[in-house]
């Protein structure tokens, strides 16, 4: 089945640095990426969806110099939180939908953000 | 507003018992309806995804209805097991809405040995 690989699964940063996390599909084409961040017993909040190849579109309140989004090619997105602030640390999640991905949303496993 | 509700908010089952979670939603157009089960620190993995047309699909123990009139689905957990203690997701897409998925709030389930 569809397989997406989301990494890191747990980060510790300092305030004020930057954090890269990758999702990619490993065995289907992404045509598009969804960025979530969860808090703890809530649901999944959407914070953008990324097209390859385009700019990412932001969900409002999302602030997108913040959180930048890439998505270069058809297996590889990025989400990069920008000058990070304790009130960032959060469970970021990604699904991938594409070719071959069916009817399927397939989400990565998550990354634990810790913001010191 | 497309909105997607579930109920209970969490429930606590034996081991070995069954159970049912509810979802009514107010999507629309309707495109299909997952059930996800999420553990603890881990994304949510696909239970069941229905059409409009299905009334009815299994997973093993886990067996989804859906009933597109009413605008409700349920998720049947059978035979209740240790590993079922997580939360479940239902999720609603919307037709040519982007690829975009409308969230329930989840039912988190223990169950207790």
């Known amino acids: 089945g569809a397989v997406v690989s989301q990494h890191p699964s747990w980060v510790i940063c300092k305030s004020g640095t930057s954090v890269k996390i990758e999702c990619r599909s490993l065995d289907f084409q992404a045509t598009t990426m969804f960025w979530y961040r969860q808090f703890p017993k809530q649901s999944l909040m959407l914070m953008a969806t990324s097209n390859e190849g385009s700019k990412a579109t932001y969900e409002q309140g999302v602030e997108k110099d913040k959180f930048l989004i890439n998505h270069a090619s058809l297996t590889l997105s990025t989400l990069t939180v920008t000058s990070a602030h304790p009130e960032d640390s959060s469970f970021y999640i990604c699904s991938a939908y594409g070719q071959g991905g069916g009817y399927g949303y397939t989400f990565g496993s998550g990354t634990r953000l810790t913001v010191v | 507003k497309n909105q997607v509700e579930q109920s209970p908010q969490s429930l606590i089952i034996l081991e070995g018992k069954n159970c049912t979670l509810q979802c009514n939603y107010t999507v629309s157009p309707f495109s299909n309806l997952r059930w996800y089960k999420q553990d603890t620190g881990r994304g949510p993995v696909s239970l069941t995804i229905m059409t409009f047309s299905e009334n009815t699909k299994s997973n093993g123990r886990y067996t989804a209805t859906l009933d597109a009139d009413t605008k409700q689905s349920s998720l049947h957990i059978t035979a209740s097991q240790l590993s079922d203690s997580a939360s479940y997701i239902c999720?609603?897409?919307?037709?040519?809405?982007?690829?975009?998925?409308?969230f329930g709030g989840g039912t988190r389930v223990l169950v207790k040995p």
């Open positions: 999720v609603v897409s919307v037709q040519a809405a982007g690829n975009k998925l409308t």
